[in-house]
């Protein structure tokens, strides 16, 4: 497999295709926070109605307070109205970007079955987030032992980093990704239980070729953070917009190079 190829023709692909990916992710980011933030004024209003101080409430005051129940309904049912439209918007644009994608047109009868897949998917998400919560465990529980061991804290920092660059930071981008494959073997195939299984011969057989493609996003994003360095000097608002920019054109091309990378495992596959 010659990975460098694969690289350099990830950067080469339609831009029109990267930039629209990019742009669509951008509003989902967008609308994401202008949910957060009428929810946020609705529990402040919430809040505010049950004339308590929420940080200094005791079991007694509790008791005694009958407006208490009006704000636990309130705030489990606006919370199960956010978590909704967070779903439905967010389904919405993943469709779209993974039309855009796989150059397939996005219409009602794909997006009822894309909030299925979504539903689908949340076993394999807490399955991701498990993983992603040992490594993160394990990876800390190594830091403290390589700092407590090593009397040279300049070669430790240097090991830890190491071990970060080639284990833990490949192993996170490689659970991230089951569901991008996930959803775009699904634009591909239309279908909920070919995409998984699509998915489970690719990424899960084939685990051992994904480690190269997943060092070098890697690599592309530590690249990415000491170029961007000197940012630190401009304003705080101007660092975020920028970086949230540039972190979101990241992730739009590491999900085409790895679609990519599936894509070119399957033809070889199919030559053999």
């Known amino acids: 497999?010659?990975?460098?190829?694969?690289?350099?023709?990830?950067f080469k692909l339609n831009k029109k295709t990267?930039?629209?990916t990019a742009a669509y992710d951008l509003v989902l980011i967008l609308a994401s926070y202008i949910l957060l933030f009428i929810w946020s004024l609705w529990m402040n209003s919430l809040i505010s109605k049950t004339n308590l101080d929420i940080t200094e409430l005791t079991e007694e005051i509790i008791?005694?307070?009958?407006?208490?129940?009006?704000?636990y309904y309130g705030t489990l049912i606006s919370f199960l109205v956010l978590f909704l439209l967070v779903f439905v918007v967010w389904s919405f644009f993943k469709g779209i970007i993974w039309c855009v994608i796989s150059d397939k047109h996005f219409n009602l009868s794909y997006f009822k079955k894309f909030l299925l897949l979504n539903l689908a998917c949340i076993p394999l998400y807490i399955v991701v987030f498990a993983v992603f919560l040992i490594a993160a465990i394990i990876f800390n529980y190594l830091f403290l032992l390589i700092s407590t061991s090593m009397q040279n804290s300049s070669l430790a920092v240097v090991f830890i980093s190491v071990l970060f660059l080639i284990v833990f930071a490949p192993l996170v981008i490689y659970i991230a990704i089951l569901p991008s494959l996930?959803?775009?073997y699904f634009t591909k195939k239309n279908s909920i239980r070919e995409?998984?299984?699509k998915m489970f011969n690719t990424a899960i057989k084939k685990i051992h070729l994904f480690y190269v493609p997943c060092l070098i996003i890697t690599?592309?994003?530590?690249?990415?953070?000491?170029?961007t360095t000197p940012l630190g000097l401009l304003p705080e608002t101007t660092i975020f917009l920028i970086f949230?920019?540039?972190?979101?054109?990241?992730?739009s091309w590491a999900r085409i190079y790895i679609v990519s990378f599936a894509e070119s495992l399957n033809k070889k596959h199919h030559k053999i």
Do not use: T
């Not at 497999?1 to 990830?10: A, P």
């Open 195 to 197: 995409s998984f299984n």
């Open 182 to 184: 996930v959803y775009y």
């Open 63 to 71: 008791a005694d307070v009958a407006s208490l129940k009006n704000f």
């Open 244 to 251: 949230l920019v540039i972190l979101v054109f990241y992730v």
């Open 1 to 10: 497999m010659d990975y460098i190829k694969l690289l350099i023709e990830s």
């Open 18 to 20: 990267w930039s629209i």
């Open 219 to 227: 690599v592309v994003f530590v690249l990415l953070s000491i170029i």
